[in-house]
């Protein structure tokens, strides 16, 4: 079993910035792919940005340039630092983490919401 908890989500006014982060546990020899998605209501959930555990990383072109994706693969976590938000990045942000243990399988985490206000 593995579990990935977020925090870090909230309310701000657009301009802000917030700081998510997701620490992954259990289970887990290693994680390669790690990454954050979000989901508004209606819609599918998209990727935000991903980071592999040798640190390439991969943005939707909506946050290139605004968001930072990092991780700290000691404490199997990963952050996702969002500046210059917008009221379109509100949605709920998932975690997803590829977590090999005799196998490799996805794994994610329960959401955290964020909201933008104009």
């Known amino acids: 079993q593995v579990q990935l908890v977020e925090s870090g989500g909230g309310l701000v006014q657009a301009g802000g910035s917030l700081r998510l982060s997701c620490a992954a546990s259990?289970?887990?020899?290693?994680?390669?792919?790690m990454g954050w998605y979000r989901q508004t209501p209606g819609k599918q959930r998209e990727l935000v940005a991903t980071?592999?555990?040798?640190?390439?990383?991969n943005y939707a072109d909506s946050v290139k340039g605004r968001f930072t994706i990092a991780r700290d693969n000691a404490k199997n976590t990963v952050y996702l630092q969002m500046n210059s938000l917008k009221p379109e990045d509100t949605a709920v942000y998932y975690c997803?983490?590829?977590?090999?243990?005799?196998?490799?399988?996805?794994?994610w985490g329960q959401g955290t919401q964020v909201t933008v206000s104009s």
């Open positions: 259990g289970s887990i020899f290693s994680i390669n792919h």
């Open positions: 997803k983490a590829q977590v090999y243990y005799y196998l490799s399988r996805d794994s």
């Open positions: 980071i592999t555990s040798g640190g390439r990383t």
